[in-house]
C-alpha cells in the first residue's frame, strides 16, 4: 500500500484544515487507516484511527470533539478534518495503514505515508 498526504498548510489557531491521504492499490476497504503527527523535538504520536467500514473511530484524548477522521472506500482516501486548531496541533502529519486496528491504535502499522506540514500560528 502506498500513501499520499496532502492538504496541510499555515492556518490561524481557531481556524479549520482537511487532510487527505490517497492510497494505492485494490484492497484500500481492508485495511485500517490512522493518523499520526510529529511535532519539532517531539516524538511521533497517535492522533486518530478509523476501521475498515468506517463504523469504528478513537482519538487521541488532545484531538477528540475537534478532529474528525472518516474515510471513502470507493476514492481509497482517508480525511482528518480538524477544527479549531491550536498552536499545539502544529507538526507534520502523517497517515498509515495497516490490517490491524490494534497495530495502528499501537502506533505500530506497516505502511506510512511522507507527511504534511501542519502550521498553526496563534
Known amino acids: 500500500v502506498q500513501l499520499q498526504a496532502s492538504g496541510g498548510g499555515l492556518v490561524q489557531a481557531g481556524g479549520s484544515l482537511r487532510l487527505s491521504c490517497a492510497a494505492s492499490?485494490?484492497?484500500?476497504?481492508?485495511?485500517?487507516m490512522g493518523w499520526f503527527r510529529q511535532a519539532p523535538g517531539k516524538e511521533r504520536e497517535f492522533v486518530a484511527v478509523i476501521n475498515p467500514s468506517g463504523v469504528i473511530t478513537y482519538y487521541q484524548d488532545s484531538v477528540k470533539g475537534r478532529f474528525t477522521i472518516s474515510r471513502d472506500n470507493a476514492k481509497n482516501t482517508v480525511y482528518l478534518q480538524m477544527n479549531s486548531l491550536k498552536a499545539e496541533d502544529t507538526a507534520r502529519y502523517y497517515c498509515?495503514?495497516?490490517?490491524?486496528?490494534?497495530?495502528?491504535?499501537?502506533?505500530?502499522?506497516?505502511?506510512w505515508g511522507q507527511g504534511t506540514l501542519v502550521t498553526v500560528s496563534s
Open positions: 498509515a495503514a495497516d490490517l490491524s486496528y490494534t497495530r495502528v491504535k499501537l502506533s505500530t502499522p506497516d505502511y
Open positions: 492499490g485494490r484492497t484500500f476497504s481492508s485495511y485500517t
